[in-house]
């Protein structure tokens, strides 16, 4: 096994979703979709979880999820505390929620040692992608890695989605990410709605980023660094966040990080909105029947 930490970003609100994603139950035995996601990077090779999770949650996480965990992991947990920002700023009145993923990643500082990926807590990405991300960080390349993901393999069957759409170059290196909202199926293509209201056609096989990322540990400077520029820019605004996709995008832009595309085939699926619960249990269950997953996960 190599020495990589999984980033699990578990501290949002879930205010579209109306609970604790975190620790809503799809399997027959009370797991978590976390969990299958979980099973997967810990047989592609990561040994160590970090949840950054909210003050409020904690309880609620570690004895959900912390007795099944501690058994394959060495689990770690740090608050995304809005008052956790550099000295010398400070947060403006009637803000009561963090600063968004950028943020969250520079929460866990003091807890990153070595190369580690970063996931979203209420996103089921795939076997093939952990074991990508794994082997990019096993090689021990300077350079940082996304997972790219096929657009039509990560969009509902019905209703719109935000989708960053990716730009590579030539070798396969990150150039920039343009979000793009409104973002559904049409027949075997998609279509979403641009800046000027006008709609446009998508072809499906856009490359799109889901928040799945790989660093080493000298990432984080940099990113405190634009984490600051953005608190002296936007830090008044009570609503304003700072998104990991944006800061890696400013960060390549100024050749201060290259980004490692690495494609993957896998099937997407969440859970953004509570109607969404259902169909991770089915698409879960799917899984265990075709032999993806034992019933009893953690056995």
Not at 118 to 125: A, K, R
Not at 159 to 186: M, S, T, W, Y
Not at 213 to 228: Q, S, V
Not at 255 to 266: E, F, H, I, Y
């Amino acid at each position: 096994m190599f020495g990589s930490t999984l980033l699990v970003l578990a501290a949002g609100k879930g205010n579209r979703y109306g609970g604790v994603k975190v620790i809503e139950p799809v399997g027959p035995q009370g797991e978590t979709l976390l969990e299958y996601s979980l099973y997967d990077a810990r047989k592609a090779g990561f040994v160590k979880i970090v949840f950054v999770i909210r003050r409020d949650i904690d309880r609620a996480v570690r004895e959900t999820l912390g007795a099944r965990l501690i058994r394959n992991f060495a689990v770690e947990y740090v608050y995304q505390d809005v008052m956790r920002i550099p000295w010398g700023f400070q947060v403006p009145h009637g803000r009561n929620k963090p600063w968004g993923t950028t943020h969250a990643v520079l929460s866990a500082v003091s807890q990153i040692r070595e190369p580690f990926a970063v996931i979203n807590v209420d996103d089921f990405y795939g076997a093939q992608s952990y074991s990508a991300l794994a082997r990019h960080l096993q090689a021990g390349t300077d350079d940082c890695a996304m997972v790219g993901y096929v657009l039509r393999n990560t969009l509902p069957e019905s209703g719109p989605v935000a989708r960053g759409i990716c730009q590579l170059d030539e070798e396969g290196f990150l150039k920039g990410i343009l979000e793009h909202k409104n973002v559904e199926r049409q027949g075997g293509h998609a279509v979403c709605v641009d800046a000027a209201g006008q709609e446009m056609k998508l072809s499906g096989n856009e490359v799109v980023s889901l928040n799945m990322w790989g660093f080493r540990p000298d990432a984080l400077n940099p990113m405190a660094e634009k984490f600051e520029n953005f608190l002296k820019s936007h830090g008044g605004d009570p609503d304003s966040e700072c998104y990991l996709p944006n800061t890696v995008h400013e960060l390549i832009t100024e050749g201060r990080m290259r980004v490692k595309v690495l494609p993957s085939a896998d099937s997407w699926f969440g859970m953004t909105y509570r109607e969404d619960h259902s169909r991770a249990m089915q698409n879960i269950h799917h899984m265990i029947e075709a032999g993806y997953y034992p019933r009893r996960l953690w056995a």
